[in-house]
């Protein structure tokens, strides 16, 4: 039986809607899993029809978020944070009833959400905050493809000045942070799953010359990590971490140190996916795109590569 997963249509006023319906309709994915679409009806129809395509053999959940004339294409407006962030909840929440394998998110408009009056500071806290567990326990994992291999970055701190973050550095926040990625993977289907550590600073600080942040807490949150079963190594300094092979995720202190490398090596390949919470949840690393939306432009090759990400790999693994 094919795994079900939740496709959150995020900004009804940009891109959302259209590739959210390309996705749900693209053979690589009904080869994986029976996808169901969450959002707007009436705004799944209005993008249907403005960009000739069908709604026929999909299944939608219609949240019913719009009264007549509140969507506008390609405009930000409140009503639309709104419904984004309601389609992303009713999914998640979905997903922890145990009706969907996992969940894709389409772009959000932050703008629009913020003038919704919603505190929203990316998806890991909310999806954490919807599970009911601690927003620090939402960790951001990058995943791309470059040189014919996926590439994996899990974040130890996310969206923080770097001074704070480096306070935030301590060995059970690096820990929590490398086991994350353990369950991750190993939900996704890989086992015995290799996982490479940064330093903080320069050369993994160089024995202490540079810094005693990856003696005093990296290296402990490494070797326990290797106590409780979990194959890993580091610190490693981030200059050359993405360039070692063999590794199924890497682990990095700062937001630079992974996003830097992600949108160099694949700036429009990129998914993010919520990791540390009992939901599997991934989104695409583009925008709502409000420019070109409506027009039938907009390319949905990643939330295909979101959605194989996080059921492509189970299920090959079953089937060998």
């Not at 994996?152 to 086991?179: D, K, Q, Y």
């Amino acid at each position: 039986m094919k795994p079900r997963v939740a496709i959150a249509t995020g900004d009804p006023g940009g891109i959302g809607p259209e590739i959210s319906i390309k996705a749900a309709q693209d053979e690589r994915v009904r080869a994986l899993c029976e996808p169901v679409v969450i959002g707007d009806l009436g705004a799944l129809e209005a993008h249907a029809k403005a960009c000739r395509l069908s709604l026929k053999g999909i299944s939608v959940l219609d949240r019913q978020q719009l009264a007549p004339g509140e969507l506008e294409i390609g405009g930000i407006r409140a009503q639309h944070g709104k419904a984004a962030l309601d389609s992303a909840r009713t999914a998640i929440q979905g997903a922890l009833a145990g009706e969907y394998h996992a969940v894709v998110a389409a772009p959000h408009t932050e703008t629009a959400i913020h003038a919704a009056g919603f505190e929203f500071d990316g998806y890991p806290s909310f999806v954490a905050r919807t599970a009911g567990v601690a927003p620090e326990d939402g960790i951001l994992m990058l995943c791309f493809q470059w040189q014919g291999r996926e590439v994996r970055i899990a974040h130890a701190t996310l969206h923080a000045s770097v001074a704070r973050s480096v306070g935030m550095i301590t060995r059970e926040r690096v820990l929590r942070t490398i086991r994350a990625a353990h369950e991750a993977l190993a939900r996704m289907g890989i086992e015995q799953a290799k996982i490479a550590v940064s330093g903080l600073n320069p050369h993994a600080g160089e024995g202490g010359l540079f810094g005693d942040e990856d003696l005093r807490e990296i290296t402990p949150a490494v070797e326990a990590a290797r106590g409780g079963g979990i194959v890993a190594d580091g610190p490693i300094g981030a200059d050359t971490l993405i360039q070692r092979p063999g590794y199924d995720a890497y682990v990095v202190m700062l937001h630079d140190q992974g996003h830097v490398a992600a949108k160099l090596l694949a700036p429009h390949g990129t998914a993010g996916l919520t990791i540390g919470t009992p939901v599997l949840f991934s989104s695409v690393a583009h925008g709502a795109a409000l420019d070109i939306a409506g027009q039938g432009k907009a390319q949905h090759g990643a939330m295909v590569e979101a959605i194989t990400r996080l059921v492509g790999r189970r299920r090959r693994a079953r089937a060998t």
